[in-house]
Each structure stands twice: as structure tokens, then as C-alpha cells.
């Protein structure tokens, strides 16, 4: 069956960086579309950035310039590099894999992880 496992995520001070992991296994991720999102306490789940099957990227206007997606077809894996964190970053993230439409919207992803928790000290 279809998972993502997210991992790299931990507490960080702001300025630092983290590089975010999420591993998919039951099916291969180079025909679909894959996201980030994040998800604070009290908050709705808030798109981060989105990597289309041909590459394309898509990023928040929140994180522009300071984190980038990438994915490795050969190990099915995508990655989300964060830098320059700051505290308003902290959040749940979560990968998710898209079915159809705009890479922006929650709604268009039919599989998720469990999420990694980010954590940025001032």
C-alpha cells in the first residue's frame, strides 16, 4: 500500500536549517506530483511547496527564498531543504502526494504522512 515517512525534523534556532526526508514506498512517486505542508497548533494546514512530476516547483509566499523541494526519482524521495528558519516556521510538516489539480490545495492530495514537528527557538 501507498506510505510517506517524513523525517528530519527537530528543534532548530532561528537562522538555522533543517533538511526534511519523506520516503515513499507502494508505488513510485516520478508520475505524481508531491508536496509539503504544515500544519501549527490552531492553525489550518498551510501549503509550503509542491514539486510537479516534471519538476516544476511551487513554493508559499511565506518561504520563498528560504526553503527549497527537490525529489529524487531513483529513491523516491523528496526532500524539503529550510533555511534561514524562523520562529512563525514551526509546525507539524507534512508530505503528501497529489491525485489531481493545483499542487496548492490540501484537497487534491489523496495520501499523507504522519507528519515531522519543526520547532524554531528565537
Known amino acids: 500500500q501507498v506510505q510517506l515517512v517524513e523525517s528530519g525534523g527537530g528543534l532548530v534556532q532561528a537562522g538555522g536549517s533543517l533538511r526534511l526526508s519523506c520516503a515513499a514506498s507502494g508505488y513510485t512517486i516520478e508520475r505524481f506530483g508531491m508536496g509539503w505542508f504544515r500544519q501549527a497548533p490552531g492553525k489550518e494546514r498551510e501549503f509550503v511547496a509542491a514539486?510537479?512530476?516534471?519538476?516544476?516547483?511551487y513554493y508559499g509566499d511565506s518561504v520563498k527564498g528560504r526553503f527549497t523541494i527537490s525529489r529524487d526519482n531513483a529513491k523516491n524521495t523528496v526532500a524539503l531543504q529550510m533555511n534561514s528558519l524562523k520562529p512563525e516556521d514551526t509546525a507539524v510538516y507534512y508530505c503528501?502526494?497529489?491525485?489531481?489539480?493545483?499542487?496548492?490545495?490540501?484537497?487534491?492530495?489523496?495520501?499523507w504522512g504522519q507528519g515531522t514537528p519543526v520547532t524554531v527557538s528565537a
Open positions: 503528501g502526494r497529489a491525485d489531481s489539480g493545483s499542487l496548492y490545495r490540501a484537497s487534491n492530495y489523496d495520501y
Open positions: 514539486i510537479s512530476w516534471s519538476g516544476n516547483t
